[in-house]
């Protein structure tokens, strides 16, 4: 027989392998084990894809006479994908055990009740070391459910002295080919794409996902807070597919607004502000199911926003170029920290080659 330990090493070393792609969503993982062998896994590899059990179950056959070890409480509710209860309770294992219940309030216990309720038997584990470390793997998504604003990945490709864009700003292309098809890919994990008008005045982006198999389409979000963006942008294309909300204040003329609502836009007037407030935005962002937000630029949103420790996960590529002068943008501008010692620190920080280019993802320490 495996034991419930030897299967649940099994299903955390899984879990773990979502790490950096499935935040703010936890890291799971399951095994399923039958006599003495371990004869599936599964994970939840990215977010908006397949959780970890409907992962494992689309590769495994019959669960007659298997056990089932999950490192999370199956979810009960019908987010991006469906209850992974039901799939559990259809495909019939022998038995079930999980790890932690899913703090998440739309779950909380009732994905365990679904399944005793269908006769399956199911329980917790009582094994301490094991539920700690899967609370400890999982500590950035508690931390993250008790607060109130949208997880924000900032990314950005520098030259190797540091710089986002020339001193003329122009940014076409610091980074290689490969790096920019990651980002392609990484904006199709995402619910929402964000910028300021600098940046959508200079690059003229369309900021969707291209060349890439389509999980998500993200919402396009640009914080504008005088109304500059041109009825011209290529933003205002293929709207129905990629929706374009602007966040703007009371300073931005009335008819701009008019005309770009008239074109799809989605506008959002901030009151009693002279700069769109980007953690409003982020609550709002929230508030409207976009949990996952990638902040790509310009130079003075990412300034603000480390200032602001709204920053949560970092993808910075360093690529072999670079452009010099004082006048270049660099990724943080503004107020910034005094010292070494009250620099910031990434977790868990991870590096990883795009053709010559070198991408850190890791996860900000505040
Ligand atoms: C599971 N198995 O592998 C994960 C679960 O945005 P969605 O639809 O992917 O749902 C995310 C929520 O689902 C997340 O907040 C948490 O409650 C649960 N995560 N549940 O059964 C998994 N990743
Ligand atoms: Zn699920």
Request: proline residues 5%; hydrophobic residues 40%.
């Amino acid at each position: 027989m495996v034991s419930e330990r030897a299967a649940f090493e099994r299903a955390l070393a899984e879990a773990a392998r979502g790490r950096g792609e499935v935040e703010p969503n936890p890291c799971v993982g399951a095994a399923l084990a039958r006599g003495d062998q371990i004869v599936g896994v599964g994970f939840h590899a990215a977010y908006g894809e397949a959780h970890a059990e409907a992962a494992l179950l689309d590769a495994a056959g019959s669960l007659k006479g298997c056990v089932l070890y999950v490192t999370l409480e199956p979810c009960s509710h019908h987010g991006k994908t469906p209850p992974c209860a039901d799939a559990v309770i259809a495909a019939r294992p022998d038995r079930v055990v999980v790890l932690n219940e899913d703090p998440n309030p739309k779950v909380a216990g009732r994905g365990l009740a679904r399944l005793r309720e269908a006769g399956l038997e199911t329980s917790l584990s009582t094994d301490e070391e094991l539920r700690q470390r899967e609370r400890d793997l999982n500590r950035r998504y508690h931390a993250h459910r008790a607060r109130e604003r949208a997880w924000v990945v900032a990314k950005w490709a520098m030259t190797l002295d540091g710089k986002i864009a020339s001193r003329g700003g122009d940014s076409k292309w610091i980074s290689s080919k490969a790096s920019r098809q990651e980002v392609h890919r990484l904006r199709a994990h995402v619910d929402a794409v964000l910028i300021g008008a600098g940046t959508a005045l200079q690059d003229d982006p369309r900021l969707t996902p291209r060349d890439v198999p389509i999980v998500r389409s993200p919402t396009r979000v640009v914080l504008d807070s005088h109304g500059r963006l041109p009825e011209s942008a290529k933003l205002l294309q293929d709207i129905e597919r990629f929706p374009l909300r602007i966040f703007t204040t009371e300073r931005s003329c009335e008819d701009w607004r008019k005309r770009l609502e008239a074109r799809g836009a989605l506008l959002t007037v901030q009151p009693g502000v002279d700069r769109v407030d980007l953690e409003a935005v982020l609550v709002e962002l929230r508030n409207q199911k976009l949990e996952r937000v990638l902040l790509e630029g310009g130079s003075e949103l990412l300034g603000s926003a480390f200032d602001a420790q709204l920053i949560d996960m970092v993808d910075a590529y360093v690529c072999p170029r670079l452009l010099g002068g004082q006048d270049a943008k660099t990724p943080w501008p503004g107020q910034g920290r005094e010292t070494m010692a009250e620099a910031l620190t990434l977790d868990d920080a991870q590096w990883r080659s795009f053709e010559s280019d070198q991408r850190l993802r890791g996860f900000v320490k505040y």
